[in-house]
């Protein structure tokens, strides 16, 4: 069936620092791929999607490509910010589905000032 | 625009008990989830509505758990009897359609003592 695989966390970074936020895929064909965040609190925020291979999300100086050669979409930030902490999930939909998300297990990012 | 709203926040009940949540969603979206999430996992989808009709079901513990969404607008996720493991935070989302991006509640952490 569909997976998802996060890096494990959690991650520590110092401000401005840059993040990469390992995910890496398994699925048929050729699934929508996502990013949500979870501030303390609060419910799940779309973070960025892509929704073919080679595609680039971008949103809140995130970004991360869809490549389907490597099943990836790896998350990165180049200056990360103290309002960027967080829990992050990756999380697919398949190709023509009407089903809902398949999340991996989530990445925790503390960013220190 | 208002959010998915959940209620109540927190819950803490003993094995055995029953417990329900409940779930408004964004006015005119068609599409509701409830999902579970396990402390260090990732939200799993447990049912998805389509109006008042269920589209999927399948990870639903249908022996203890149900959910309904009466006039397919507001909804209702209920646990009897609870063991330890429903410990988890319950998420509700909804969506305009399904496959449109879905929005998420903040969450109804339940702890089964």
């Known amino acids: 069936g569909d997976s998802v695989t996060q890096m494990e966390g959690p991650v520590t970074l110092s401000e401005e620092a840059f993040l990469t936020i390992n995910c890496t895929y398994t699925?048929?064909?050729?699934?929508?791929l996502f990013w949500y965040v979870q501030y303390p609190g609060e419910g799940l925020q779309l973070l960025l999607k892509?929704?073919?291979?080679?595609d680039k999300g971008s949103n809140k100086g995130f970004e991360a490509t869809y490549r389907k050669e490597t099943t990836s979409f790896h998350l990165e930030k180049g200056s990360v910010q103290v309002s960027d902490s967080a829990v992050y999930f990756c999380?697919?939909?398949?190709?023509?589905?009407?089903?809902?998300?398949?999340f991996g297990s989530g990445t925790q990012l503390t960013v220190l000032p | 625009e208002a959010g998915v709203a959940q209620s109540p926040r927190y819950k803490i009940i003993e094995k055995r008990q029953s417990v329900a949540f409940w779930c408004n969603p964004i006015?005119?979206?068609?599409?509701l989830y409830w999902y579970q999430q396990i402390l260090g996992q990732g939200p799993k989808l447990l049912i998805q509505?389509?109006?008042?009709?269920?589209?999927?079901d399948s990870q639903l513990p249908k022996d203890r758990f149900s959910a309904e969404r009466l006039k397919g607008v507001d909804s209702t996720l209920k646990i009897q009897p609870a063991k330890l493991e429903d410990s988890a935070v319950y998420l509700c989302?909804?969506?305009?359609?399904?496959?449109?991006?879905?929005?998420f509640g903040q969450g109804t952490r339940l702890t089964v003592v």
């Open positions: 509505f389509q109006n008042n009709g269920v589209v999927d």
């Open positions: 699925a048929t064909g050729y699934p929508s």
């Open positions: 892509a929704t073919k291979a080679d």
């Open positions: 999380a697919l939909r398949p190709y023509g589905s009407a089903r809902q998300l398949t």
């Open positions: 006015s005119g979206h068609a599409t």
């Open positions: 989302a909804s969506s305009l359609e399904e496959r449109t991006e879905a929005f």
